[in-house]
Nanobody, 120 residues
Framework: QVHLVESGGGLVQAGGSLRLSCVAS????????MSWYRQAPGKQRERVAT???????NYGDSVKGRFTISRDNAKNTGYLQMDSLKPEDTAVYYC??????????????WGQGTQVTVSS
């Protein structure tokens, strides 16, 4: 069994910053792709950023230049640094990871989400 736990959400004023963390634990052989998604009330879940095992990154158009995704493979942890936050960034942020277990099977896992609220 694998678990993803996010932390770091909260309330921040527009223009401020937050850093989200996602810790993976359990039966982990390797973490392949890690991504952050978000879902605002009444909207579909959207992909925010992705980082591969070799460190390649990709961002959604709405966050390019403001958000930075990173990972620490030794700690099985991913991060999302969010700068220049805007009220429209308000959403529940979810960590997603494609993880290879000790049986060398790949599975897709989700965290429980962390609320980010940006006030104007």
């Amino acid at each position: 069994q694998v678990h993803l736990v996010e932390s770091g959400g909260g309330l921040v004023q527009a223009g401020g910053s937050l850093r989200l963390s996602c810790v993976a634990s359990g039966n982990i052989f390797s973490i392949n792709v890690m991504s952050w998604y978000r879902q605002a009330p009444g909207k579909q879940r959207e992909r925010v950023a992705t980082i591969t095992s070799d460190g390649s990154t990709n961002y959604g158009d709405s966050v390019k230049g403001r958000f930075t995704i990173s990972r620490d493979n030794a700690k099985n942890t991913g991060y999302l640094q969010m700068d220049s936050l805007k009220p429209e960034d308000t959403a529940v942020y979810y960590c997603n990871a494609v993880i290879q277990t000790s049986s060398h099977m790949e599975y897709n896992y989700w965290g429980q989400g962390t609320q980010v609220t940006v006030s104007s």
